[in-house]
């Protein structure tokens, strides 16, 4: 199953870090190596830094880039802590970051991880097995209030309220224990209209994902760590998988590439107020038509790259 993970936007967002022979490089988002590889391929007088909290995701990963080559370290660790990490090897700037958002296709295939709506297991959805919050804990311990919340705010679902409503009242009976479990009862709180086009429980899953790993919070720190570090003409570019992943990031990165407002006409703007950044595509990359037709699970993705300029 790990052997058939397809990376997504391989070679663009790989092309889209200028890679050299010696470049030093960060994946802040290990996996199960498609990226990583590929890039230690790339670097034969470089250095490749990866991050991931996933313990099996690093043991397949391990072997994987050992067959590459030697010149890489692993850290387990959100990469929320990117820069700490770093410093503690005495790494203080790198040539480039890679940032693959969400969750990764062998952990949705892997039916006791939870995170599939699909396959029936105890609901769990943590990418860290070391996480105490885990998808049970959510579902059977926050309230209705707090569940509504997140439905909406994650998973942009218009049934949150109900959704909720109902999972309350199925816990007070028993516990939800397993994924087929929740799916059923969010099935009884959406109108068999809304059925048909997708699957009612996708966008509920994926707001607990989130929840349970505290996705979201952790972009916008992260990547201000990434830039931080970067050399002039270094670059971080970012895979992501939904809106609300590509919303954050492309205002991040807006907002990094912006001239002051007050600025915005003069004829000749000084260096020093000039911004530090600028954007390598002004439109995000998706994938191509051949990619889509050997990996559907690639639709939603987008790319977007930005460099260090000074």
Avoid at 21 to 41: E, P, R
Avoid at 100 to 129: I, N, T, W
């Amino acid at each position: 199953m790990k052997e058939k993970h397809i990376s997504v936007l391989l070679e663009e967002s790989i092309s889209s870090l200028n890679l050299k022979d010696d470049s030093i490089i960060v994946d802040c988002t290990l996996g199960y190596g498609g990226h990583s590889s590929n890039i230690l391929a790339r670097i034969k007088k470089g250095f490749l830094f990866a991050f991931d909290q996933d313990s099996e995701a690093i043991r397949h990963s391990t072997d994987r880039l050992n067959a590459v080559g030697t010149n890489f370290t692993i850290i387990k660790s959100n990469f929320v802590h990117l820069k700490e990490k770093l410093q503690e090897l005495d790494v203080e700037k790198v040539d480039g970051v890679l940032f693959d958002l969400g969750v990764s296709s062998p952990q949705l295939d892997e039916k006791e991880r939870g995170f599939s709506y699909h396959e029936d297991a105890r609901l769990d959805m943590r990418m860290d097995r070391e996480n105490p919050l885990s998808a049970y804990e959510v579902v059977n311990n926050y309230s209705k209030e707090e569940l509504s919340r997140i439905f909406y705010k994650y998973g942009e679902d218009k049934f949150s309220n109900n959704i909720a409503k109902k999972i309350v009242e199925y816990r007070a009976t028993k516990p939800i224990e397993t994924t087929l479990e929740l799916v059923e009862i969010i099935k009884t709180a959406v109108p068999m209209k809304f059925r048909i086009d997708k699957h009612p429980a996708r966008q509920i899953f994926q707001a607990i994902r989130i929840e349970v790993n505290k996705e979201l919070d952790v972009i916008e720190p992260a990547l201000e760590q990434a830039l931080s570090i970067l050399k002039v003409g270094g670059r971080v570019a970012v895979i992501t998988f939904h809106s609300l992943e590509d919303r954050l990031v492309k205002n991040f990165f807006k907002e990094k590439c912006a001239i002051d407002e007050r600025l915005k006409g003069m004829p000749n703007i000084p260096e020093e107020y000039l911004p530090d950044f600028k954007l390598v595509v002004n439109k995000a990359i998706s994938p191509s038509d051949e990619e889509l037709e050997n990996n559907p699970r690639a639709r939603s993705a987008k790319l977007r790259v930005i460099e260090r300029i000074k």
